[in-house]
């Protein structure tokens, strides 16, 4: 079974050497992991908390999807898409709110802050709090929570988030799972090795210090900013200390094992610090160039960005809209045929009823087919070497009831269905999401009569 990932990032400015080092170079590396089901999404909704410049929005969120695969994202092989083209998470975002407990949401850490500043400037406890911010961790819980991450890639700072998330995702498969777990909760996961750099005057690399490096900026403009680093004041001759020199530490997130001990030793050697910049400048410069010439050539083409950004929300909500209608259900939003069907009695006798085929191929494997009452094919099983295990199988689906099984939405507008971890069966292929919604609703409804 993979490993669902989930990260996110706001837009709200421009990439920069940090963001890169920290966040988005590790994120990629790990998206090419074999076990990997990799969710990346530009978290436009959250960016509305921060900022109220439409235009600043609109040129962070181009220039961070252009910066994602200009850096190798293979949007092929994940999920990538924009927080604002999945509909089905601020629906979410609401079912998730009527569960939130208030006082859990007091004790978040930004709303926390905000009140203790307004408090030391004798302002009231409140002002200027918007319920966006008050609210974030239940948007950001409903991020997590709609795709059934299983890690979340966070800073320290947002560990409270994911825990936050976890309990109010908790709370609602208590409230309405019915002995499901409707939610898969999510672990917050902290990279140790992932490096934080330090900005020109040594302190965290951040926008809100202005001490950034920026990601693609030309190579002249590259090369300015790296002499604007602060350094110590020995000549050119006098030893100096790497451990101490937040440029070595910047030259140490990208150098090869061999190139870091050859720099340390040059810098205890007495390298001029002006000659250190040059080879700091050498290095990022070959480690991005390429990078930097893929995302302008993205940036003069937004239109085909839309295109990949549009087609990564379409497999999004491929999973999304399914598990959305499975949480109304879950709630009492129920489509009133459906309510009605479910409540009519079901004939055990005298009249035809759902059932279990089983059959081998011409290959000696086994498998079965599961039919409604009308004889509608619902699924067809993966094969098995064994006709017991299909057998088994079968009465386990029956026995364990519709709260033990999951279905999840796969391309081509089919569902699959996994027991216990393994996926043990395919559905057929729908016209459209709403068919495929309500062809995995017949399937829950034909196996309750069997149970019943």
Not at 88 to 106: H, R
Not at 136 to 154: E, G, Q, R, S, W
Request: proline fraction near 5%; aromatic fraction near 8%.
């Amino acid at each position: 079974m993979k490993t669902r990932i989930l990260t996110g990032i706001t837009t709200t400015g421009t990439p920069h050497l940090g963001n890169y080092a920290g966040a988005i170079r590790p994120a990629i590396v790990a998206s090419r992991e074999a076990d990997a089901d990799s969710f990346y999404f530009l978290a436009d909704y959250h960016a509305l908390i921060k900022c109220d410049d439409p235009l600043r929005i609109q040129q962070s969120r181009l220039e961070i999807a252009a910066t994602w695969l200009a850096c190798g994202l293979d949007a092929e092989r994940v999920t990538f898409y924009r927080q604002s083209d999945i509909p089905e998470i601020p629906e979410l975002t609401w079912l998730l709110t009527c569960v939130a407990g208030k006082g859990l949401l007091n004790r978040a850490h930004a709303y926390k802050a905000s009140v203790d500043k307004n408090v030391e400037l004798g302002e009231d406890p409140d002002a200027g709090i918007t319920m966006g911010l008050f609210s974030y961790p239940v948007l950001m819980a409903a991020d997590i929570l709609m795709f059934n991450a299983h890690k979340v890639p966070v800073g320290r700072d947002q560990i409270q988030h994911v825990e936050m998330a976890r309990d109010i995702g908790q709370r609602f498969n208590h409230l309405f799972g019915k002995g499901k777990e409707l939610f898969t909760l999510p672990a917050a996961v902290i990279e140790e090795g992932v490096a934080t750099l330090p900005g020109l005057d040594g302190r965290k690399m951040s926008k809100s210090y202005d001490n950034t490096i920026p990601l693609f900026a030309s190579a002249k403009q590259l090369k300015s900013t790296i002499a604007r680093i602060v350094t110590d004041s020995k000549l050119p001759g006098e030893p100096k200390d790497p451990d101490n020199s937040h440029l070595f530490t910047i030259y140490q997130a990208f150098a090869s094992p061999a190139q870091l001990a050859e720099f340390r030793a040059e810098l205890f050697d007495g390298l001029a610090w002006g000659e250190a910049k040059q080879r700091l400048f050498d290095l990022l410069d070959c480690e991005l160039g390429e990078a930097r010439e893929r995302y302008h050539a993205l940036m003069q083409r937004p239109g085909e960005l839309e295109d990949i950004l549009q087609a990564g929300a379409a497999k999004a909500r491929k999973v999304a809209t399914p598990f959305l209608g499975e949480l109304r259900e879950s709630v009492g939003l129920r489509n009133f045929r459906s309510e009605v069907a479910s409540a009519a009695p079901v004939k055990k006798k005298g009249g035809k009823a759902a059932r279990f085929a089983s059959f081998r191929e011409t290959d000696g494997s086994f498998r079965f087919r599961f039919f409604a009452a009308d004889g509608e094919e619902l699924l067809l099983s993966r094969p098995f070497s064994d006709p017991k295990t299909v057998g088994s199988l079968s009465q386990r689906l029956v026995a364990q009831g519709v709260d033990a099984l999951e279905l999840r939405a796969d391309e081509g507008n089919q569902f699959t269905l996994w027991l216990a971890g393994e996926c043990i069966a395919d559905s057929p292929s729908y016209a459209d999401e709403q068919t495929l919604e309500a062809a995995m609703l017949r399937l829950r409804q034909a196996l309750a009569t069997l149970a019943a």
